[in-house]
């Protein structure tokens, strides 16, 4: 195998020296050095452009998250306002049940008949109609028994 490396090895330095346009081994070496470095200057330059074009990729995306951040961020602070909102609205909303009359009629009512009291009682130390008083009466005896 060593003796056709040789031949092939000479084969090719014997066309170089005698077939390549009549240009010598070194001028033919200058000449595809030349070449090889015009390659490897072309690949360069398109890998550049590669990296310029994604660089601007990276960018726009960089953009676009920044956008969307802020975006999430203006719909967080928004939500936690509603949150506080209806927080305040059901604290009054619970404030005004304990200061109205009416609640506190009932609430007495509930108490009352609990303690024994009947239908009647509730009327007159309430202040509630007939009917609401056998309805409290009535609901108190259902849910004894429940």
């Known amino acids: ?24 081994a070194p001028l033919l070496m200058l000449v595809v050095s030349v070449l090889v470095f015009l390659a490897a200057a072309l690949l360069l330059l398109r890998g550049r452009r590669e990296f310029v074009r994604h ?10 998250i920044r956008a969307i951040t802020a975006a999430a961020i203006g719909v967080g602070e928004r939500v936690l306002e509603l949150e506080r909102r209806q ?34 009682e509730l009327v007159d130390m309430c202040g509630i109609s007939e009917s ?15």
């Open 1 to 24: 195998m060593s003796k056709l490396s040789e031949f092939n090895l000479l084969d090719i330095n014997a066309w170089l020296s005698h077939q390549a346009f009549g240009l010598s």
């Open 87 to 120: 927080r305040r609205l059901t604290e009054r909303q619970e404030q005004l049940d304990i200061y109205d009359p009416a609640n506190q009629s009932y609430e007495q009512a509930i108490l009352m008949v609990k303690n024994g009291a009947d239908a009647q």
């Open 132 to 146: 609401e008083a056998e309805l409290v009466a009535l609901m108190h005896r259902l849910d004894q028994t429940a």
């Open 55 to 64: 660089l601007h990729e990276i960018r726009d995306l960089q953009h676009s």
